[in-house]
Nanobody
Framework: QVQLVESGGGLVQPGGSLRLSCAAS????????MSWYRQAPGKERELVAV????????NYADSVKGRFTISRDNAKKTVYLEMYTLKPEDTAVYYC?????????WGQGTQVTVSS
């Protein structure tokens, strides 16, 4: 059974940083593309960052380029999202996603709130 558990969210001031983690179990983690998405109140879920199976390639939404870094540790079956220079518009529920056709699995999400 595919399971993804996010952690690391919280309240942070503008300009601050956070590190999100997503622990995976129940599937062959190193064979899956891993991504982080976010959904703000009243908005659609959007892709934030994606990393390929071996971690050799990453891609980011324009809104977070240069501020966020996605990484993975296949031995620990964990994917990370390091977020720097956070802005109020980064406030959202952040979701971890694992994809390998036909599997497309989601975690329960972790809240990130950027506010003074």
């Amino acid at each position: 059974q595919v399971q993804l558990v996010e952690s690391g969210g919280g309240l942070v001031q503008p300009g601050g940083s956070l590190r999100l983690s997503c622990a995976a179990s129940g599937f062959s983690f190193s064979n899956y593309i891993m991504s982080w998405y976010r959904q703000a109140p009243g908005k659609e879920r959007e892709l934030v960052a994606v990393i390929t199976e071996a971690g050799g390639s990453t891609n980011y939404a324009d809104s977070v380029k240069g501020r966020f870094t996605i990484s993975r540790d296949n031995a620990k079956k964990t994917v990370y999202l390091e977020m720097y220079t956070l802005k109020p518009e980064d406030t959202a529920v952040y979701y971890c996603n694992a994809y390998r056709d036909p599997i497309n699995a989601w975690g329960q999400g972790t809240q990130v709130t950027v506010s003074s």
